[in-house]
């Protein structure tokens, strides 16, 4: 089974700040993915990354995919109150599965 | 359209009893996922269905869990008998037809937050 690694585990901000957050693995992937989950509801995908170096924009949120399809990372921007939850990514698992990081839990507050 | 339902969204029940979880999925899609999420254990996936067939229930944890889809827009989770150490939350999701090789999105439900006494 690949293992997805994601750091920190935590993450407490004010509003206003940037951050990053990371997806490691030893094994390549050939795409990852990002979900989050918002309090006391089910993760809902933000992105599809599939090739080696590519950056993708959704709003005041990037992601980038590593060259080598090992890693990948979620910068925000001027995070807000809103962007509270845990930020997962999630691979191939195989035959149509995921697997999943435990998770980054990221609190901004006002 | 509806995303996917889960009932109960909450279920406090004793140690012993028989805990019954479902799951309706998004109209159209053929795979359907049951999970297991804890602080500890993140996410696991216990069991998944493609076009109601179990494919893979290596991840149930024990015998005393079960999961069954009968037709395509239902499917339970079924504790007998339950334990504390199953409190968790539950997510059913579930993802369209596999278009060749593709990361297919996965669609959670809201989840069954599950506290066994």
């Known amino acids: 089974t690949q293992l997805l690694e994601q750091s920190p585990q935590f993450l407490s901000i004010q509003e206003g700040e940037n951050l990053t957050v990371y997806c490691n693995s030893s094994?390549?992937?050939?795409?990852l993915q990002w979900y989050r989950q918002e309090p006391g509801e089910g993760p809902v995908l933000l992105v599809t990354v599939v090739t080696g170096g590519e950056v993708k924009k959704l709003k005041r949120l990037t992601f980038q995919f590593g060259d080598a399809r090992k890693d990948s990372s979620l910068h925000i921007t001027a995070a807000q109150p809103g962007d509270t939850g845990l930020y997962l990514c999630?691979?191939?698992?195989?035959?149509?599965?995921?697997?999943f990081g435990k998770g980054t839990m990221l609190l901004v507050s006002p | 359209d509806a995303g996917v339902i889960q009932s109960p969204r909450h279920e406090v029940t004793e140690m012993g009893q028989e805990v019954t979880l479902r799951c309706k999925p998004i109209?159209?899609?053929?795979?359907l996922f049951w999970y297991r999420q804890t602080m500890m254990r993140g996410l696991e996936l216990l069991i998944y269905?493609?076009?109601?067939?179990?494919?893979?229930d290596s991840g149930m944890p024990e015998d005393r869990f079960s999961a069954k889809m009968p037709n395509a827009s239902f499917s339970t989770l079924k504790i007998q008998p339950s334990e504390p150490r199953d409190s968790a939350v539950y997510f059913c999701?579930?993802?369209?037809?596999?278009?060749?090789?593709?990361?297919?999105?996965?669609?959670f439900g809201p989840g069954t937050r599950l506290l066994v006494l």
């Open positions: 109209s159209g899609h053929d795979y």
């Open positions: 269905f493609n076009n109601n067939v179990p494919i893979d």
């Open positions: 094994s390549v992937f050939s795409s």
């Open positions: 999630a691979g191939p698992g195989g035959y149509s599965t995921l697997t």
């Open positions: 999701a579930s993802s369209p037809p596999s278009r060749g090789g593709s990361q297919e999105t996965q669609y």
